[in-house]
């Protein structure tokens, strides 16, 4: 396998004015004709030395080439396994094109594919050269017009990007429509559904007065589901006017949900395409973290019409251009459409468990990566969390009129062009007069930095001082880094907890300012400062490295309970759980009995008998560090003790807690007895009484398993019912477990969305012979490897989120998980290249683990054939 690297970036030799393309769609074949307008990119090639023009073409059957009206005999071109050659004899000219492939055969799921009884595509990064041969690159970018010809019977619903302009019937039970966009659009853009498919449908008014034609299309069983979706969509629309000024520009703006797709979903012009996951939300069969999803990922892909479709990537090494970009806005749009703190929290959770693994391990890159094999494999938590994060501290640096200003010259300058993260940052810096140029190691360096605090107060002069000292981990292939921009958004304390007025060397800055770090070694002088103060640092997350302050544990219990910054007080009881944690495992690996600090008991049980504070903070605030977290912030990490120690300190808690725990419980569980809400208010009640019910299942009293079930059996919402079914199966009650594990598999067997939570709570669940019962379900008549979303509820939920098991001392986690590797590679070797993920992390973990791990993956790498997807991470890994 090949490495491209962004330093070797050259554009295109020729252009692609127009696409036209057909399909003719058969059960067993499709065949894709196309006739493109091409001409010669005269800013790279004179007239007088056109160079060949290779197009990009994988697993195609060649049936006919038609050069300015003459077909080409075969020896007038050449064909290999990426691509087709050919030597053009003038500066414009127009090449039709037949090819055959197999859509019902494609497992992949990249280019045209078959889910169920439908065909739909997925194009990016680079499906579209599996459809026919093409210049498959964003930096190319056509107006496309698609005719679909299908049997009406089976398929009446044929749908591509833009607006539909003709259709009819053909002889023996065909019909055809041809749709038409507009746009001039890179090929990943592109989109192709055709099935039997029901509609819900609604419009949105833009803020010029068009009227859009919303659709979204679903099997017909899950007509019922997708209000959810289309209320997002109309949100989001109403958002992006009011915070970025971006009107929807088609005529028509359509969602389909498909069964079987690698990912969450797809930006296409006007033809967004979804995992059903991502758009199904009804309460009877989706949780409340799954509505938060739909809603997010509904407005992800909306947004991307402006930051993605209009404005697009040049080369794929910009990728977060586009995606850490809309990432920042989808997560700008959830902020203010829910609680904007519990939003925040719930990212910056997922960062630092996932992200900063990432960022550590042999993967790391930086958000706009040098060089790559296979480009499937940078969707990454770093191109997107990450990526989002460069964003927001832009926009921190800017404040919101700043940034309004830069994104609105970067949509005017760029729309209809292929940038790059340069012209991004270029555009935020020439609307504000600000320079950027050292922010920009963001974007070049990996890692995430370290940012150590010290701070020292002198009472003579009212002085305090903060030291910072950045320094930023080596990565592969980047021995040594250069300080970079962190803004640091932050308050200093009184005895009280109040706001001190701040006064940095000689400027008056009001309670809270944001400070940008620039030097590796940087002090700042606080002026007039009555007392020797607190600090309450990095606010809302304002950088994404990791802080270190020599808090002491009084000093955490009092910024949880004061801090006016209700992200720091989540923080600061965080930062305390961690602590105590940490502790913990240490007493347990050197053998000796584990005792509960009482002050962190002491600030559980302030959060949980406030009736003031937002329900969803207190769920949030109570809920201990993930294991996964633990495990990142170890240096070596020892699984079992940190299993261990969490494990304890989780009952601990709910025994020291129990009252308190059991009557909030209660209170919660009358209050939410009515009628169901999908408000906020409702959602973190549920979210609270189900934590509750977790830690209260820990003490094993007999009627606490009596209100577990009585919530299983009554309940008339997803969240609720599933909920007490995660705490049964995480019990030592067997007979219950296992009654409404049966029960509800026989209730939901129609429903495969309900019936991935079924596997990934057996999945996940932390007893002894885990594996054994995933093996088994793997047999179950409703699993399948077939399909991404049952490969990621068992065999994803197993490596990922049960850390004992998978984690065994004898090494058969990680031979079931390369088993697996090995076997979905040869059907589908994106999914089998993100499963690689958890044993890719070996340096994590002790000698002993580490040759298992790593003798995993060397079989893994000894099997012939491999795709370029699992190639690249296991290669990458082992490096
Ligand atoms: N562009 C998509 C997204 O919005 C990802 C793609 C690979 C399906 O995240």
Redesign the pocket.
Known sequence: PKTIYLKDYQAPDYWIDETQLTFELFEDHALVHSRLALRLNADRHSENALPPLVLDGQQLELQKVVLDEQELTADAYQVDSDSLTLQPTSAQFELALTTRIEPQNNTALEGLYKSGSMFCT?C??EGFRKITYYLDRPDVMSRFTTTVIAERERYPVLLSNGNPIASGEHEGGRHWVSWEDPFPKPAYLFALVAGDLCLLQDSFTTMSGRTIDLRIYVEPENRTQCDHAMDSLKRSMRWDEEVYGREYDLDIFMIVAVNDFN?????NKGLNIFNSSCVLAHQDTATDMAFQRVEAVVA??YF?NWSGNRVTCRDWFQLSLK?GF?VFRDSEFSADMNSRTVKRIEDVTFLRANQFAEDAGPMAHPVRPDSFIEISNF?TLTVYEKGAEVVRMLHTLLGEEGFRKGTDLYFERHDGQAVTCDDFIKALEDANGADFTQFKRWYSQAGTPRLNVRSEYDAASREYRLHFSQICPPTPGQPEKQPQVIPVRMALLDRDGNEIPLQLEGKTLGNEAVVSITEAEQTLVFENVPNCPLPSLLRGFSAPVKLSYPYSRDDRVFLAKHDPDGFNRWEAAQGLAVDVLQGLVEIHRAGRPLNLDQRLVEVMRSVITDAELDAAMVAEIIRLPSEAYLIELADVADVDAIHYAREWLRRALAEALRDEMSARYQLLSAAGAGAFSAKADAMAARSLKNSLLAYLMLTGEQQVVGWCVRQFVESTNMTDRQAALVALVNSPFEQQREAALAEFAERWAEYPLVMDQWFSIQAAASQPGALDRVRKLMEHPLFTMRNPNKVRSLIGAFANQNLVNFHALDGSGYAFLADRIIELDRSNPQIASRLVTPLSRWRKFEPGRQELMKAQLARILGENPLSPDVYEVVSKSLA
Do not use: I, V
Not at 263 to 267: F, I, T
């Open positions: 997925q990016e990064a990912m969450g979903a797809m930006e992800h892909e991307h995606e809309t969707y």
